[in-house]
Nanobody, 122 residues
Framework: QVQLAESGGGLVQAGGSLRLSCAAS????????MGWYRQAPGKQREWVAA???????NYADSVKGRFTISRDNAKNTVYLQMNNLKPEDTAVYYC????????????????WGQGTQVTVSS
């Protein structure tokens, strides 16, 4: 059974930075693509960034140039470095995984972890 534990969220002023972590278990991490997603109050969950098993990355236009996704296969962990944060980045951030890249980008999952809250004040 897949278990995903997100951490690293918090309250930060606009322009600040945070680094989120997602520790995965119950999967063969190194063969999975990993994705970060977020859900703001009153809005649908949206895809933020993805990284393939081979390290290829892709980002939503809203975070391109500010966020960086990375992975450490030895630690079964994926990271999201968030710089130049904006109030509109305020959301609960989630991670998820799949072997299929398109599924990760679509965010096509029936199960999610607890997420980690990111709040950016203006």
């Amino acid at each position: 059974q897949v278990q995903l534990a997100e951490s690293g969220g918090g309250l930060v002023q606009a322009g600040g930075s945070l680094r989120l972590s997602c520790a995965a278990s119950g999967i063969i991490f190194r063969v999975n693509a990993m994705g970060w997603y977020r859900q703001a109050p009153g809005k649908q969950r949206e895809w933020v960034a993805a990284i393939s098993s081979g390290g290829i990355t892709n980002y939503a236009d809203s975070v391109k140039g500010r966020f960086t996704i990375s992975r450490d296969n030895a630690k079964n962990t994926v990271y999201l470095q968030m710089n130049n944060l904006k109030p509109e980045d305020t959301a609960v951030y989630y991670c998820n995984s799949a072997v299929n890249w398109n599924r990760v980008v679509r965010g096509d999952f029936g199960s999610w972890g607890q997420g980690t809250q990111v709040t950016v004040s203006s």
